[in-house]
């Protein structure tokens, strides 16, 4: 969907004379917060600068246009013949303090800016690369930040170093997201394996015999029981309460069915 060009027109602009546009320049305002407010600051003849567009995080796939792409805007001293320009609406101290993650943050002021440059470069057909500072001050046709352009360009220092330039050219140019992880399935989980039989009914005072192993393994389950090698009332009562809720015959007595059921069926 074409952007959405709010006309704030500004009377700080001039004829490009004749010179060819091949740069796509990218500004913060560090001041203007809205392009509204930066539109006002253009409107006044005593400031001398302006740009082409504003884009601020408020309002999405808008600008505000202060200069006509076809007129020379002021904002980028010998660059402004042969740039288009815009201005990221962005609090003082932005260039300087700005990481990557809040720049990315703006997810309105982003996306927009995206959508600009793809505009601009098809109206000049300008690639969507990004260019080195001698590139840009020479006679590369592409994409750069105003710091880019050095004194050439008015000696700023704007978007600053933490601005995610690649990351929008490679946004604006289409880059396939990349590639959805294929998720690590998940190991299917053992098969339990109880040991073996003791050859023992456990039962009535039984002690060894599997008793204190038994004993163990149901302490590991959950169940309320005694560890102490001795199969008295408390162990045989938790044998009853096991045996009844894993249908099993109910005698109170760890035989061999009842034994393998103690490692193999669900924790329930």
Not at 102 to 117: H, P
Not at 160 to 175: E, T
Not at 188 to 210: E, H, I, Q
Request: one cysteine or more; a neutral charge.
């Amino acid at each position: 969907m074409p952007l959405h060009r709010v006309s704030l027109p500004s009377p700080n602009q001039s004829s490009r004379a004749g010179a060819a546009v091949r740069l796509i320049v990218i500004h913060s305002s560090e001041g203007a917060q809205t392009y509204q407010s930066l539109g006002s600051f253009f409107a006044n003849p005593s400031s001398q600068v302006s740009s082409h567009t504003g884009i601020d995080n408020t309002t999405p796939n808008t600008v505000g246009e202060y200069v006509l792409r076809a007129a020379k805007a002021w904002t980028a001293s010998n660059a402004n013949p042969v740039a288009v320009q815009t201005e990221l609406c962005t609090p003082s101290g932005a260039s300087a303090n700005w990481s990557a993650s809040v720049w990315n943050s703006k997810t309105v002021m982003m996306a927009t800016l995206v959508e600009w440059i793809k505009e601009e470069a098809a109206a000049y057909s300008i690639p969507i690369v990004r260019l080195t500072p001698q590139q840009a001050q020479s006679n590369g046709r592409g994409i750069c930040q105003h710091s880019d352009l050095g004194p050439w360009g008015g000696g700023h220092f704007d978007c600053g170093p933490g601005f995610p330039i690649d990351q929008v050219i490679a946004a604006a140019a289409g880059a396939p997201a990349p590639p959805t992880p294929t998720p690590t399935p998940t190991p299917p989980s053992p098969v339990p394996v109880a040991p073996p039989w003791p050859g023992t009914y456990l039962r009535d005072f039984t002690s060894g015999g599997g008793t204190r192993q038994w004993q163990q393994q149901m302490a590991a389950r959950g169940w309320t029981i005694g560890v102490d090698d001795q199969y008295g009332p408390q162990s045989a009562n938790v044998c009853t309460q096991f045996q009844q809720e894993k249908g099993l015959q109910v005698d109170g007595v760890v035989g061999p069915q009842t034994w393998s059921a103690s490692w193999t069926a669900p924790i329930t």
